[in-house]
């Protein structure tokens, strides 16, 4: 089957860094996700990997280890319209089922 | 110009009630999605179509039957609503094509059963 597990709620500062991490097990591997959802919003996408290493996309990046079954996602220059949910994602071969993680809320302070 | 949409966007009915939403896509995409999302914020597929063909159920209850009347539209009809079926119902595509498929997600259907 399909687990994956990320923290329920992190805070940070404005203007820091801060990393979410997210492990998963999974039974085939296709890629993983990362969707952040504001409150009262649909998911968005914000980045895929599928092979190891970091993928940098302006101040969001994403990093991924297939073997260690480990993701992170570092928010760089936070600002107060980062304060969201973020799922980890890892949809099954055939990419017809993804499992979504439980979300991290990220709240973000002045 | 709006990708996935949904209708309606908030319902309040009564317990035993049917009710349907609808949900289109424009952006061409060959695969659509029912997801529920509930209190506590956990998203969870509820169904997958393929070109119109149901690929995934994932063990809802048979009150809850989606139709596919083209590859753009994906409906979801709810019979005998139940107080726990109250969530936010989130409709999604994508183009499968044997990587990144990612999902473009509709604005939510917000359902209180009363």
């Known amino acids: 089957g399909q687990n994956i597990d990320q923290p329920t709620e992190m805070t940070a500062t404005e203007g820091a860094i801060v990393q979410i991490n997210c492990t998963y097990q999974t039974s085939g591997f296709n890629g993983l996700f990362w969707y952040q959802q504001h409150a009262g919003e649909a998911p968005t996408f914000l980045s895929y990997n599928v092979l190891d290493g970091l993928e940098e996309k302006g101040r969001f990046s994403s990093f991924l280890s297939r073997s260690k079954g480990y993701s992170y996602l570092l928010l760089k220059e936070l600002q107060m319209k980062d304060s969201a949910s973020y799922l980890c994602a890892v949809p099954n071969t055939g990419g017809f089922k993804t499992i979504f993680g439980a979300g991290t809320r990220l709240f973000v302070k002045a | 110009d709006t990708a996935v949409s949904q209708t309606p966007k908030y319902l309040v009915t009564q317990m035993g009630n049917d009710k349907s939403i609808k949900c289109e896509q424009n952006l061409g995409h060959d695969t659509m999605y029912w997801y529920k999302q509930d209190s506590k914020k956990f998203l969870k597929i509820m169904f997958s179509?393929?070109?119109?063909?149901?690929?995934i159920n994932e063990t809802v209850p048979n009150r809850f039957s989606p139709k596919s009347p083209d590859k753009a539209h994906l409906n979801l009809h709810i019979n005998s609503l139940e107080l726990g079926d109250s969530a936010v119902y989130f409709c999604?595509?994508?183009?499968?094509?044997?990587?990144?498929?990612?999902?473009?997600f509709g604005p939510g259907t917000r359902l209180l059963v009363l």
């Open positions: 999604a595509s994508s183009q499968l094509s044997g990587g990144q498929e990612t999902q473009y």
């Open positions: 179509y393929n070109n119109k063909e149901l690929i």
